[in-house]
């Protein structure tokens, strides 16, 4: 079949998407809700219907209306930016009947966990706990305040919080080094490691100290010519320095 010059191919293709564009319409008609598209790429009489559910979280500035305390100590504290119903469970009932309704009070160790937990993915510093090695079968909050969490003494090792790093450097060639031989960290670190940042090397002048041809270090050490070795590059383009086994 041809109309005039028009190839069988392109009548098709018309034909296909006239079909198209009535079901289109068709679909749109009975099937699409009438407030689609009013406010936005949506139904909008959604709003409406998830405003009329009932409310199960107050937020967390109505607890610090009554629970004063604890809101200005967790509000300069680690868990400033978590909302007091993470841990207590929905509140709107607790608010709107305080002597009937009680929020829960975590008294194990699971909800801890499932932040502090070690996990590798976890970002570099987060405080991170081996369970079954650290304070087994006693409740968190017997050593750490939820509302203000600072360690009750500070961590003796890097490896309480860098628990990825400290592994991995525990099986390589650098596994006697101390952190801080090649990192400069200030006291104020272990406190609070976000406000005071470990420093790390800047040059290949650090690794020569070991690793140069004439550096004053035990035999063993592999040897390398600084002024030829790797070019432009620094160290740790090449050589990963918690695991440094060359490639």
């Known amino acids: 079949m041809r109309i005039g010059n028009m190839p069988d191919q392109v009548i098709r293709l018309v034909i296909l998407f006239a079909i198209l564009t009535t079901g289109l319409v068709v679909l749109r008609k009975h099937f699409v809700p009438e407030s689609f598209g009013v406010e936005g790429h949506f139904r909008a009489d959604a709003v409406i219907v998830e405003a009329e559910k009932p409310m199960h979280y107050a937020g967390a500035q109505v607890c610090g209306d009554c629970h004063e305390d604890e809101w200005n100590l967790k509000s300069s504290s680690f868990h400033r930016g ?69 360690p009750p003494q500070t ?15 525990a099986v390589s060639h650098h596994a006697t080094l101390d952190c801080e031989t090649c990192h400069t960290a200030p006291p104020e670190h272990r406190l609070n490691p976000r406000a005071y940042v470990v420093k790390k090397p800047a040059d290949r002048s650090l690794c020569g100290r070991c690793h140069a041809k004439e550096a004053d270090s035990p035999r063993n050490i592999p040897r390398i010519d600084l002024a030829t070795h790797g070019g432009n590059y620094v160290c740790w383009q090449c050589h990963y320095p918690h695991y440094p086994e060359a490639r």
């Open 82 to 150: 978590v909302a007091c119903e993470t841990c207590h469970g929905a509140a709107a009932a607790h608010v709107d009947a305080p002597d009937e309704t009680t929020p829960v009070v975590p008294t194990g160790r699971s909800l801890c966990l499932s932040c502090h937990v070690y996990n590798p993915s976890r970002p570099t510093g987060f405080p991170q706990v081996v369970a079954d090695t650290h304070n087994p079968n006693k409740a968190c909050m017997e050593c750490h305040n939820p509302h203000e969490p600072t």
């Open 155 to 169: 961590p003796s090792t890097c490896g309480a919080c860098h628990a990825t790093v400290a592994r991995t450097k």
